[in-house]
């Protein structure tokens, strides 16, 4: 059971618009603390996708974009490609400092 | 171009030990904290423990608290981990990254509260008897 709840998978077609939510509570994202995005396609290490809520490295496509309100945040990925195919996982901090991992959700692309 | 490239994995059975390595290029190695996550097979990730730059402040999840160990060589530009006493459900792929570096085009700095970039590429630790 991940302190942070995702939803399992998404799925949208090419050209879509999706979003993936990561709840969690006033101990963690509630409590003021960043969240950041990881994208792990199938085989690999996973990739930092956006950091301190809102921001992308460099080099990730503006077709990402990240979002916090309250205890909650999320990840928008607008006009859907086929490489984007992958596993995202969203992690923040809680009160005692420790680091805090979604359960991760799998996004499919039709 | 900052790397980290793991090591040390391995079948082991359980109640053994292994020691991980992660050897840093291409960064001022001991300015900043350091992170070991772990994957299960077919799983999501798992934070395990990370220390600071200096060594002087470590955390662990509740998972591993007292049987595995964080260290860090600054001097060899190298991440340690220590794990003792261990079950089957520490199998698992164990990445070691970098936390919270952030990079502008003119320098570097140490983010608290820092995201994981970058990654290594794993090494994989199987405990069966």
């Known amino acids: 059971q991940s302190v942070l709840t995702q939803p399992p998978s998404v799925s949208g077609a090419p050209g879509q618009r999706v979003t993936i939510s990561c709840t969690g509570s006033s101990s963690n994202i509630g409590a003021g603390y960043d969240v950041h995005w990881y994208q792990q396609l199938p085989g690999a290490a996973p990739k930092l996708l956006i950091y301190?809520?809102?921001n992308r490295p460099s080099g990730v496509p503006d077709r990402f974009s990240g979002s916090k309100s309250g205890t909650s945040a999320s990840l928008a990925i607008t006009g859907l490609q086929a490489e984007d195919e992958a596993d995202y996982y969203c992690q923040s901090y809680d009160s005692s400092l420790s680091v805090v991992f979604g359960g991760g959700t799998k996004l499919t692309v039709l | 171009q900052m790397q980290l490239v793991e090591s040390g994995g391995g079948l082991v059975k359980p109640g053994g030990s292994l020691r991980l390595s992660c050897a840093a290029s291409g960064f001022t190695f001991s300015d900043y904290y350091l992170g070991w996550i772990r994957q299960a097979p077919g799983e999501g990730l798992e934070w395990v423990s990370y220390i600071s730059g200096s060594g002087s402040a470590i955390y662990y999840a509740d998972s591993v608290k007292g049987r595995f160990t964080i260290s860090r060589d600054n001097a060899k530009n190298s991440l340690y981990l220590q794990m003792n006493s261990l079950r089957a459900e520490d199998t698992a792929v164990y990445y070691c990254?970098?936390?919270?570096?952030?990079?502008?085009?003119?320098?570097?700095?140490?983010?608290?509260?820092?995201?994981?970039?970058?990654w290594g590429q794993g090494t994989l630790v199987t405990v069966s008897s």
């Open positions: 301190g809520n809102i």
């Open positions: 990254a970098g936390q919270g570096i952030h990079c502008t085009s003119t320098s570097c700095y140490q983010a608290s509260m820092g995201w994981f970039d970058p």
